[in-house]
C-alpha cells in the first residue's frame, strides 16, 4: 500500500495492499498461487489540509502513520511505519488472509507525531479482492484533523489586557462547546506589532512579551490549529527611571497617629511619562515610624501609596519609597509629642494592713494619651492627704504601658488613711485619682491587767473590784476583738467571764469569786500567746472553830508534866487556819498547873501550852 503525503495538494496516491498465503507480501509483489489487492484512498478534508499546510507553525510534524485493518470477524491487522521528513511516497505491507471472494475490512488510517500522538486520522470501509475479479474502487478515506486542541470552541488570552514596562507572562485556555476546558491545548502566537516588543513562546500555551524600549500597543493572538483564535491587548512602556514624590510629604501629626494624607508616589520611564504595573517599596527609616503599606504596585496612572505611622516620640521622621535598582525617594513627616488626656486608678486602691506596715500592693495609675494609648513621661505627685502614712516616693513617672506606681506605708495610728495622685498635664477633677486606705491594729503583742489586781477577799467571795485586762499591739495600739481568757492557779477561783473579746479600746473585765481555801491565788489573762498575772489575797475570817491537835490521852506520874505539851488549831467558818487568835489554857479538873497558858495562833492557826503538869493525886486530869 503506498500513500503520498506530502505533495502539494496533500492527496494521498492510491495504496495496495497484497493478500497472499505461502508467499511475503510486499508492494508490486506477485503471489505463486492467490493474489488481490486493497485499495485505501485517503484524502484530507479541507480544514485537516489547513491544518497540515500550517503544522510548521506549531513546531509539530507528522513523524509515522498507523494503518489498522479490522475484519468483520474482529480480527486486526495493522503496522506502524515511519514517515521522516522528505519522504513523500509510505508504503505499507500488512499481511490478510488469501480469499477468492471480496473481504470488507474497516480501515483506520492514522497520522502521527514523534510522541505518538494522533494529529490525524480517518476510518472507512474498505474492500480487499482477489486478482481475478474486477478491480474495485473503495470510498476514500476522509482524514480530519484530531490533534490537540480539536475540541476548542473559544479561546481566551490571559490577562487581556495589560500595560508594563517588565516582562509580561500571557497564558491561553480553551473551552470546547459545552464550556468545558480543553486539557490538551495547543497554540501558536502571533503579535500585531513586532517592533513594539518581542513574543516568545514557553509552551504549548504560554508566552512571554517583552518590551523593545519604546511605548505602545500589540494585539496577541494565541491560535490553535484549527485556526480558533484569542487574543490580548499589550501595552508596553519603557522601563523605569525614577520615583517622584506626588503628594503626601513634609506632613504634621500627633506622635504615634496615622497622618491624615497618604504619599503618593509615581514611577516614571525615561521619556518622563509614568510607568503602571511598577512594584514599589515604602518603609520607614526612622525608629518607631511605620507603614499601612509595605508594597504596592503602580496603577493605570504609574501611581502608587501608602499611609504613615508616626513614631510615639516627638520629632521628625524619615520614610522611603524604592522600586528596583532605581535611586531611593526620601519623604520627611514630623511628630508633635502627645499630651495627657486620661488619667485612671489601676490598683492599689481600699487596701487594709496593721499599722506602720507597708501596703501589699502598690498605687498603681495609668495615663493615655489622646489616642487612647499608653503614654510615657508623665510625672505623676504622691500626696498623702489623711492618715499619718507615707508614700515611699513622692512623684515617679509613667514607664512605656503609660503606668506609675509607688508604694505606701501605713501611719501608727489606727484609722482611715487617703493619698492622691496627680497627673502633670492635666488640671481639675480629671488629673486627680484618690486611693483610699484602712489601718488596723497589729494583733495581740502584749496583755496587761490594769485593774482588779493585789485584793484581799474573804474566802468564797466575789472581789469588790472587777478584773480589767487592756491588750495592746506592738506600738502600743490596743486591739480590738482581741479573745482574753482568764484562769487561776489550783482552780481555786471562778469567772462570770471566763473567756470574752476586748471592746474598741482593748479593754476586757470580769469579776472573780474566789473559793474558801485561804491564801495567795495567781489570776492569770492570756490573749493568744501575751500573758499577764496578778495575785489576789484571800484572807481567813474570824476564829469559829477550835480542836484539838495533839497532846490528847497521855499517861504521866502523878505531880510530873506530860511528855508533850498540849496543842489546838483555830479555824473559821470554812475551815480556814486563824492566824494570831488568842488561846487561853486552863486546868478543869484534877488539880496541876499550865505554864505560858495563853498564847496566840501561828500562821497554821496553832497554838501550844508551854507545859503541862498533872496534879498529886493519880486519875484523871483535864485541860
Known amino acids: 500500500m503506498g500513500l503520498r503525503l506530502?505533495?502539494?495538494c496533500l492527496l494521498a496516491l492510491v495504496a495496495a495492499a497484497v493478500t497472499c498465503t505461502d508467499a511475503p507480501t510486499g508492494l508490486h509483489e506477485t503471489a505463486t498461487r492467490l493474489q488481490g489487492h486493497l485499495?485505501?484512498?485517503?484524502?484530507?478534508?479541507?480544514?485537516?489540509?489547513?491544518?497540515?499546510?500550517?503544522?510548521?507553525?506549531?513546531?509539530?510534524?507528522?513523524?509515522?502513520?498507523?494503518?489498522?485493518?479490522?475484519?468483520?470477524?474482529?480480527?486486526?491487522?495493522?503496522?506502524?511505519?515511519?514517515?521522516?521528513?522528505?519522504?513523500?511516497?509510505?508504503?505499507?505491507?500488512?499481511?490478510?488472509?488469501p480469499s477468492e471472494n471480496d473481504q470488507p475490512f474497516t480501515a483506520l488510517l492514522e497520522l502521527r507525531n514523534d510522541q505518538h500522538v494522533v494529529l490525524f486520522s480517518g476510518t472507512q470501509t474498505v474492500i480487499a479482492r482477489s486478482a481475478t475479479l474486477p478491480r474495485f474502487s473503495s470510498p476514500a478515506v476522509l482524514i480530519q484533523y484530531t490533534g490537540p486542541g480539536t475540541k476548542a470552541k473559544t479561546v481566551t488570552v490571559s490577562p487581556p489586557d495589560t500595560t508594563g514596562a517588565a516582562t509580561i507572562p500571557l497564558r491561553a485556555s480553551a473551552?470546547?462547546?459545552?464550556?468545558?476546558?480543553?486539557?490538551?491545548?495547543?497554540?501558536?502566537?502571533t503579535t500585531s506589532d513586532a517592533t513594539i516588543a518581542t513574543l516568545t513562546p514557553t509552551s504549548s500555551v504560554t508566552a512571554t512579551v517583552a518590551?523593545?524600549?519604546?511605548?505602545?500597543?500589540?494585539?496577541?493572538?494565541?491560535?490553535?490549529?484549527?485556526?480558533?483564535?484569542?487574543?490580548?491587548?499589550?501595552?508596553?512602556?519603557?522601563?523605569?527611571?525614577?520615583?517622584?514624590?506626588?503628594s503626601g510629604g513634609a506632613q504634621t501629626g500627633i506622635a504615634g497617629s496615622v497622618l491624615a494624607l497618604p504619599v503618593v508616589v509615581e514611577v516614571q520611564a525615561t521619556d518622563n511619562l509614568p510607568v503602571p504595573g511598577t512594584p514599589v517599596t515604602f518603609r520607614a527609616v526612622t525608629a518607631g515610624g511605620n507603614v499601612t503599606t509595605a508594597s504596592a504596585v503602580t496603577d493605570a496612572q504609574g501611581r502608587a501609596s501608602s499611609t504613615m505611622s508616626l513614631g510615639r516620640a516627638g520629632g521628625?521622621?524619615?520614610?522611603?519609597?524604592?522600586?528596583?535598582?532605581?535611586?531611593?525617594?526620601?519623604?520627611?513627616?514630623?511628630?508633635?509629642?502627645?499630651?495627657?488626656?486620661?488619667?485612671?486608678?489601676?490598683?492599689?486602691?481600699?487596701?487594709?494592713?496593721?499599722v506602720g506596715r507597708s501596703l501589699t500592693l502598690p498605687l498603681v495609675v495609668s495615663v493615655l494619651d489622646q489616642?487612647?494609648?499608653?503614654?510615657?513621661?508623665?510625672?505623676?505627685?504622691?500626696?498623702?492627704?489623711?492618715?499619718?502614712?507615707?508614700?515611699?516616693?513622692?512623684?515617679?513617672?509613667?514607664?512605656?504601658?503609660?503606668?506609675?506606681s509607688t508604694t505606701y506605708r501605713l501611719g501608727n495610728a489606727v484609722g482611715t488613711e487617703t493619698v492622691n495622685a496627680t497627673a502633670a498635664g492635666l488640671t481639675g477633677g480629671a488629673g486627680t485619682v484618690s486611693f483610699t486606705m484602712r489601718a488596723i491594729s497589729r494583733g495581740a503583742a502584749a496583755v496587761a491587767i490594769i485593774a482588779g489586781g493585789d485584793q484581799s477577799v474573804a474566802p468564797g467571795t466575789t472581789a469588790p473590784t472587777p478584773l480589767v485586762a487592756q491588750v495592746v499591739d506592738a506600738i502600743g495600739n490596743p486591739v480590738a476583738n482581741a479573745s482574753v481568757t482568764w484562769s487561776a492557779a489550783a482552780g481555786n477561783a471562778s469567772f462570770s467571764a471566763a473567756s470574752s473579746l476586748t471592746d474598741a479600746t482593748?479593754?476586757?473585765?470580769?469579776?472573780?469569786?474566789?473559793?474558801?481555801?485561804?491564801?495567795?491565788?495567781?489570776?492569770?489573762?492570756?490573749?493568744?500567746?501575751?500573758?499577764?498575772?496578778?495575785?489576789?489575797?484571800?484572807?481567813?475570817?474570824?476564829?469559829?472553830?477550835?480542836?484539838?491537835?495533839?497532846?490528847?490521852?497521855?499517861?504521866?506520874?502523878?505531880?510530873?508534866?506530860?511528855?508533850?505539851?498540849?496543842?489546838?488549831?483555830?479555824?473559821?467558818?470554812?475551815g480556814n487556819p486563824v492566824q494570831g487568835a488568842a488561846v487561853t489554857f486552863a486546868v478543869s479538873s484534877g488539880g496541876g498547873s499550865a505554864t505560858?497558858?495563853?498564847?496566840?495562833?501561828?500562821?497554821?492557826?496553832?497554838?501550844?501550852?508551854g507545859s503541862w503538869t498533872l496534879g498529886t493525886l493519880a486519875g484523871t486530869n483535864t485541860l
Open 6 to 8: 506530502r505533495v502539494a
Open 596 to 609: 505560858a497558858a495563853t498564847t496566840s495562833t501561828n500562821a497554821a492557826g496553832v497554838a501550844t501550852v
Open 371 to 404: 489616642f487612647g494609648r499608653s503614654l510615657s513621661g508623665t510625672v505623676v505627685t504622691w500626696t498623702t492627704m489623711s492618715g499619718t502614712g507615707a508614700a515611699s516616693s513622692a512623684s515617679t513617672t509613667t514607664g512605656s504601658d503609660g503606668r506609675a
Open 175 to 189: 473551552v470546547d462547546s459545552s464550556g468545558d476546558a480543553v486539557a490538551d491545548l495547543l497554540v501558536r502566537w
Open 211 to 246: 518590551g523593545l524600549g519604546r511605548r505602545g500597543s500589540a494585539t496577541i493572538s494565541a491560535i490553535t490549529p484549527s485556526g480558533i483564535t484569542g487574543s490580548a491587548r499589550v501595552t508596553v512602556v519603557p522601563p523605569p527611571a525614577r520615583v517622584v514624590l506626588i
Open 506 to 574: 482593748g479593754y476586757v473585765a470580769t469579776r472573780i469569786t474566789l473559793g474558801s481555801t485561804a491564801g495567795p491565788v495567781v489570776v492569770t489573762a492570756r490573749a493568744g500567746a501575751p500573758t499577764a498575772s496578778t495575785t489576789l489575797n484571800v484572807v481567813a475570817g474570824p476564829a469559829a472553830i477550835l480542836s484539838r491537835v495533839s497532846g490528847d490521852a497521855q499517861t504521866a506520874h502523878a505531880g510530873t508534866s506530860v511528855a508533850v505539851a498540849p496543842s489546838v488549831i483555830v479555824t473559821d467558818v470554812g
Open 39 to 97: 485499495t485505501l484512498s485517503p484524502s484530507f478534508s479541507a480544514a485537516a489540509a489547513s491544518v497540515y499546510r500550517g503544522l510548521g507553525a506549531f513546531g509539530v510534524e507528522v513523524t509515522e502513520v498507523h494503518v489498522r485493518l479490522t475484519a468483520v470477524t474482529g480480527s486486526t491487522r495493522d503496522t506502524t511505519i515511519s514517515f521522516p521528513p522528505g519522504q513523500d511516497t509510505l508504503v505499507v505491507d500488512i499481511p490478510i488472509p
Open 316 to 354: 521628625t521622621y524619615q520614610y522611603e519609597v524604592t522600586s528596583g535598582a532605581l535611586t531611593p525617594l526620601s519623604v520627611s513627616e514630623v511628630a508633635t509629642a502627645p499630651t495627657p488626656s486620661a488619667f485612671s486608678l489601676v490598683s492599689g486602691d481600699q487596701q487594709v494592713d496593721s
